[in-house]
């Protein structure tokens, strides 16, 4: 269980985006997306336990940074831990799934 608050400042810019880069082979065809939140904290630990335990399923590699590329085709908005987060997808393959796939196939 987590609560969570707002203080409604959902326009302002982060000053500070970590994100976690994930590249990973789906029906033989490669997948690209990039998870970022301002949470660096709730960040990195997304990235290197959660998200690298579902991506080496397929074979793939997380690296956690600071922003993800730009160039995007999707995005999708997710919460872990009580932290929001923007996946940004940038193939054709994710990026024909619906966020709600998405964000389940992530959570494996």
Not at 31 to 42: G, Q, W
Not at 62 to 74: H, N, R
Request: hydrophobic share 30%; proline share 3%.
């Amino acid at each position: 269980m987590f609560s969570a608050c707002s203080d409604d400042s959902s326009s302002s810019t982060p000053s500070h985006v970590d994100s976690c880069d994930l590249n990973a082979t789906m029906l033989s065809l490669p997948v690209h997306a990039c998870v970022e939140s301002s949470d660096a904290t709730n960040a990195e630990s997304l990235c290197n336990e959660k998200l690298a335990a579902a991506v080496s399923k397929l074979g793939g590699t997380t690296t956690f940074g600071s922003g993800c590329p730009s160039g995007y085709v999707k995005t999708c908005q997710t919460e872990y831990d009580g932290s929001h987060f923007n996946v940004l997808i940038y193939d054709q393959v994710l990026g024909a799934m619906d966020c709600d796939q998405i964000t389940s196939l992530l959570e494996q």
